[in-house]
């Protein structure tokens, strides 16, 4: 069973940049896909960004500000968050599925099968 354990959460103003991890143990990270959600206070959770052996994939609202990166090295991926906004204020999320998931399937939290327990991410002046 593979285990992630995210980091790197904090408080940030707005425009400021955080950088999340994702550690991944259990299992060889790039044998996977991995994304990352988020869920708002009162919100449902919603796909952020994934990525696979193809390439990746944005949510539109976070496009051209986050960007999601794997460290075959360290068995671990990151997603790195530019531009910060209020509304990126959500508890993060990473996750795993299957290598084969195929790219219409990637925003589906059912994709997945294995999940972190979340870091909180705070954008506020």
């Known amino acids: 069973q593979v285990q992630l354990v995210e980091s790197g959460g904090g408080l940030v103003q707005p425009g400021g940049s955080l950088r999340l991890s994702c550690a991944v143990s259990g299992g060889t990270v790039s044998s996977y896909t991995m994304a990352w959600f988020r869920q708002a206070p009162g919100k449902e959770r919603e796909f952020v960004a994934a990525l696979k052996w193809s390439g990746q994939s944005y949510a539109n609202t976070v496009k051209g500000r986050f960007t999601v990166s794997r460290d075959n090295g360290k068995n671990s991926v990151h997603l790195q968050m530019n531009s910060l906004r209020p509304e990126d204020t959500a508890v993060y999320y990473c996750?795993?599925?299957?290598?084969?998931?195929?790219?219409?399937?990637?925003?589906?939290?059912?994709?997945?099968?294995?999940w972190g327990q979340g870091t909180q991410v705070t954008v506020s002046s």
């Open positions: 996750a795993s599925g299957s290598s084969r998931a195929i790219t219409s399937v990637l925003r589906s939290e059912a994709t997945y099968d294995s």
